[in-house]
C-alpha cells in the first residue's frame, strides 16, 4: 500500500508523527490468517468465476448469432422478400429439415430454436438426438449455426 | 504489516491491470489481489467487529463478494476505496449478529465503524478513552486517514461524502485531540 501522505492539504489536517504512529500501532492487532482459509477462499472464487465466464462466453456467442440473425432477417424483409401468397398463419406441411429444427414444436424454425439447442451443450445436459440437424452423428454449434440459417431462410419465406 | 507471508513472489501489476487479466479469465490474478489485500481487509474488519473470528470471517465475505463481480467489473476507485464500504457493513453485520446470538443488551454503537481498540478498557491506554470519546464519524475519519492511509479523496469516495466534509471532521477530530489535556504531551515538541 501506499505511504502515509506527509504534505496534507492543511496545516490542521495532520497530526504530530509520535501520535500518529501511537494511534496507528494501536489499530495494527494481529490477525493471523489460516493457510486452509486462504486456499478456501482461492478456489471458491476460480471455481464460481469459471462457471459464470462460461455463461458470459456463451451469452456472447447467442449475443452475437441473434444480432446476426436478427439483421438478416430484417434486412430480407426490407429489401429482398416479395409478399407471399401464403399468410403467416397458412397450414403448410413443412419439409422434414424444417420440423426437425422446430427444437421447441411451435411451429416455426426461429432463432429460439437454435438457442435451445445452444444453452444445452454449454450447460453439458442431455442432447435430444433429434437435434442433429446436419446430419453428422453429433448434436454441436454446426447444428446450432444451421437452425440459425434456417431461421433467417424461414423469416423470408415460409417452407414448401 | 503482513501476518504471513503469501506462498507466490509478489506480483508487481498493477490493480487495473490485475482487473483486466481477471476479466480475460486469468484465474491467478485472483492470488495477487487477495494476498495484496489480505491484511488490509482483515485488520480493517478487526477495528470494526473487535473479534479475530468475525474479522475472518469478514475477510472471506469481502473477497467473495469481490470476486463474484468478475468477469465484467469495473475498478472506478482505488481497490482499498471500493473495499473500505464493503468491509465496513459486513463487519456491522458481524457484530450485530454476534450480539444477537451473545444475548448481549447493549446497544451497538450509533455507528459501529473505529470502535475502540479492544483492549482499551484493560489498559487504560489514555490515548485510546480519548479516541473512543469522539464522535463516531470523526474518529472514522481520523483512522482511515492515519492508519488506513487513505487520502482524503478516497476517503470521501468511499464513505460517499464530499471532501470538504472529509476536512471538516479530520480538523474537528484533531482538534479535540489537541485540546484534551491527556494526549497534549503529543503535541508539545
Known sequence: ?160 | MCDRDPPTPPDDRSDEALVAALNAGDTSAFDAVYYRYRDWVVHLAHRFTGSADDALDVLQETFAYLFRKFPGFVLTARMTTFLYPVVRNLSIAARRKRQRHAGDDLTLAPDASASAPPHAEQSRDELAVVLAGLPDTHREVLLMRFVDEMALAQIAQALSIPEGTVKSRLHHAIAALRNDPRVREYFEC
Open chain 1, 1 to 160: 500500500m501506499a505511504g502515509f501522505d506527509p504534505n496534507p492539504d492543511a496545516t490542521d489536517q495532520d497530526l504530530p508523527p509520535r501520535l500518529r504512529d501511537a494511534i496507528a500501532r494501536m489499530h495494527r492487532v494481529e490477525v493471523p490468517v489460516p493457510v486452509e482459509l486462504d486456499q478456501t477462499i482461492l478456489a471458491d472464487a476460480k471455481r464460481s468465476f469459471l462457471g459464470r465466464r462460461r455463461a458470459w462466453m456463451l451469452i456472447g456467442r447467442l449475443s452475437i448469432g441473434i444480432a446476426t440473425a436478427a439483421l438478416v432477417a430484417i434486412a430480407v424483409r426490407v429489401f429482398v422478400a416479395a409478399p407471399s401468397s401464403h399468410p403467416p398463419t397458412a397450414m403448410v406441411q413443412p419439409p422434414k429439415l424444417y420440423q426437425i429444427a422446430d427444437v421447441n414444436h411451435d411451429g416455426r424454425v426461429d432463432i429460439l430454436d437454435a438457442y435451445i439447442v445452444a444453452r444445452t451443450i454449454a450447460r453439458h445436459e442431455p442432447l435430444d438426438p433429434a437435434w442433429d440437424i446436419n446430419g453428422d452423428g453429433v448434436v454441436d454449434q454446426k447444428d446450432v449455426d444451421l437452425i440459425a440459417t434456417l431461421a433467417v431462410r424461414a423469416a423470408r419465406e415460409p417452407p414448401q
